[in-house]
Every structure is written in structure tokens, then in C-alpha cells.
């Protein structure tokens, strides 16, 4: 079995179909002992500074694994992906490209499904076996996700631990379909918590190492994180196609906006925390979210790998008194 990188969620199926070992660049990246080598590595073959330290670290991760190839996500995740992949070309590196169309067409999303399925060999049946497969290991991650909010026994960090592995299932679907067996099983032992102050967080995964835990030192809890949830693909589904029409991250931000609202209204969540990336082009669509929602939203911007500077952990401080005031 050889492995193969992608730069954001891909059909996972279709590599786990191929008896492929999927490795999500990001993952590997953000759990890296040495973050800062990589960045180096990168700035130093020729990576601007006000570039994204994402594209950064995924590049040098590609050339320090053992990846044989990289998937590639041109259309529906993010604006430097052309530019990263053609560096990685000129490295020697194959990379299969894949596409998400913007307005969400079942016909372009299908010809892209069947021409990855082309390249790795397998067909329809075979990748439903797999998502038959991957579904019941997303099964055990969705009712962590429900324990979070619902029987509020599972911390910010473990829900976004456990739900941002999906996208690459660890690179081990049985070892991860065991690990999150046992964690379910650990908390029959846990006591509830009590927080004041509910919060959502929505974009992209932290770099900060420490979000999570400073949240909850201040009594509030994250009881909802809306993208590392998608990447767990939560809603039902019977075939490739529709889970992956259905599957918010890549399209517009619209349907984003109206899954948020569902589940602040169902978590009965106080405020949102919305992180966005240095250098990132979603930062703009930070406007689009605090029109269209009608709860505090609260911007936190993060740039280098680390724990929280002390700018972001007043300005949260400062968040969470705000919204335990207007409880009270
Ligand atoms: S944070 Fe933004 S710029 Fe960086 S990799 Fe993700 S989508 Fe691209």
C-alpha cells in the first residue's frame, strides 16, 4: 500500500477503495514536532512571507514524506493550491488534480468523482463498499459530536480532535475505528460540564495550540466546530455523489451560513468564534458571516504555529465576559 496526500478533504473513498494510505497534508503538517523547520524549508526554496504557513508547511511536508503522490484540490478549497502544485510538479512530484464545482453541478461534481475513480482503478461499487466502511467509523465521531453539545461530556479540543482526523482517518481506519471505540467507552466515567458561555467556532482549524483549553479556562466550552464536523460528512447519504453535494466546505458560503444557523440554534450556542488564517482569502468572507448571523461573532487571526498570543486571548477574554454579561 503506498500513500497518497491531499491537500483538503477529498473523497476518501475512492483511495481507501484503492487500498491506498490516505495522508491529509494538513494533518501531518499541524502535528509536525518541527512546525518552524518546515516553514524555513519552504520560505527558503522560494515561498513568499505573506504567504499562508498552511501552503508553507504542506509543501515541505510533501518533500519530507514518503507520499508517491498528491491530490491536488484545484476548484473548492483554496486560492494558492495552483501555485503550490506547480512547485510541487517542479519538484517531481505527481499530482493528480481534483475539483469541487462552485455552483454545487451533480454532472461536473460526478465527471470529477469518475475521473479520480479512473486513476486509481476502481469503480462505483467498490467505493461504496468503502464508504459502507468509512460510515461506520464517521458513525462513532458523529455521536462524540452529539455527546459534545447534547450530553455535554466531551471538551472543544476532543470534539475538533477527533473530527478533523476524518479527513485521513489517521492514515489508519482500524486503528482510528478503535481509538474513538475507546474513547466513547471513557466517558461513561465522565462527569457533565457546566460552562456559562456556549460558543460555535467556524473557519478553517486552528494553528493555536492552546485555543480550546484557554476557552474553557474561562468557563465556556466550543460545543460546535463547524468545519472539522464537515470533514466527517454529517449527513446521511447513499452514494458518493450526493454526500459530496451535500458536504459544505468547498462550495459557496451560503449553505455554510444556513448549516451554522441550524446548529447554533440546536446547540443553543452564545456566540461564535470565527479564526481566520494570515494571508488567507476567506479572511473576506468574514464580512458575508457577520451580516448574515445574528449572534456575536468574534474574529481571531493566527498566523505562525503556537499557543495563543496575548492579543487573541484578550481580545477572547474580553468575547466571553461580554456574552456572560448578557446572560445576567
Ligand atoms: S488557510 Fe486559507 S490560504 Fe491557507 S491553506 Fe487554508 S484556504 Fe488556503
Given at each position: 500500500m503506498n500513500k497518497v496526500g491531499f491537500t483538503t478533504t477529498i473523497p476518501l473513498e475512492i483511495l481507501v477503495a484503492a487500498k491506498k494510505i490516505p495522508v491529509d497534508l494538513n494533518n501531518v503538517f499541524i502535528t509536525h514536532p518541527n512546525k518552524k523547520a518546515l516553514l524555513e524549508r519552504a520560505e527558503s526554496d522560494g515561498f513568499p512571507r505573506n504567504i499562508?504557513?498552511?501552503?508553507?508547511?504542506?509543501?515541505?511536508?510533501?518533500?519530507?514524506?514518503?507520499?508517491?503522490?498528491?491530490?491536488?484540490?484545484?476548484?473548492?478549497?483554496?486560492?494558492?493550491?495552483h501555485a503550490l502544485m506547480e512547485t510541487l510538479q517542479f519538484k517531481g512530484i505527481q499530482v493528480i488534480p481534483f475539483f469541487y464545482p462552485y455552483d454545487r453541478d451533480p454532472e461536473l461534481l460526478s465527471i470529477s468523482l469518475n475521473k479520480l475513480m479512473d486513476h486509481?482503478?476502481?469503480?462505483?461499487?467498490?467505493?461504496?463498499?468503502a464508504k459502507h466502511e468509512l460510515d461506520g467509523i464517521r458513525k462513532n465521531v458523529h455521536h462524540i459530536d452529539k455527546l459534545t453539545w447534547e450530553e455535554d461530556i466531551v471538551s472543544g479540543e476532543e470534539n475538533h480532535y477527533f473530527q478533523v482526523c476524518t479527513s485521513d482517518m489517521n492514515q489508519d481506519l482500524a486503528a482510528f475505528d478503535i481509538e474513538t471505540d475507546?474513547?466513547?467507552?471513557?466517558?461513561?466515567?465522565?462527569?457533565?460540564?457546566?460552562?456559562?458561555?456556549r460558543l460555535g467556532y467556524i473557519g478553517v482549524p486552528p494553528v493555536f495550540s492552546d485555543l480550546y483549553t484557554f476557552i474553557e479556562s474561562l468557563n465556556a466550552r466550543v460545543v460546535f466546530n463547524e468545519m472539522q464536523r464537515q470533514f466527517s460528512m454529517p449527513y446521511p447519504t447513499t452514494s458518493l455523489l450526493e454526500q459530496y453535494l451535500k458536504y459544505t466546505y468547498p462550495y459557496?458560503?451560503?449553505?455554510r451560513i444556513e448549516d451554522i444557523k441550524k446548529e447554533v440554534e440546536r446547540r443553543k450556542i452564545d456566540g461564535l468564534i470565527h479564526y481566520v488564517q494570515s494571508f488567507c482569502f476567506r479572511q473576506i468572507e468574514d464580512a458575508i458571516l457577520k451580516k448574515t448571523i445574528s449572534l456575536p461573532i468574534l474574529t481571531i487571526e493566527g498566523d505562525q504555529p503556537s499557543t495563543l498570543d496575548s492579543r487573541n486571548r484578550m481580545k477572547i477574554e474580553v468575547f466571553i465576559e461580554m456574552l456572560g454579561n448578557k446572560q445576567r
Open positions: 499562508c504557513n498552511w501552503i508553507k508547511g504542506i509543501y515541505s511536508v510533501v518533500l519530507q514524506t514518503d507520499v508517491s503522490e498528491v491530490i491536488a484540490v484545484t476548484q473548492g478549497d483554496c486560492s494558492n493550491t486509481y482503478k476502481v469503480n462505483e461499487e467498490n467505493c461504496l463498499n475507546s474513547f466513547l467507552k471513557s466517558l461513561q466515567k465522565r462527569t457533565r460540564y457546566s460552562e456559562e458561555i459557496d458560503i451560503f449553505t
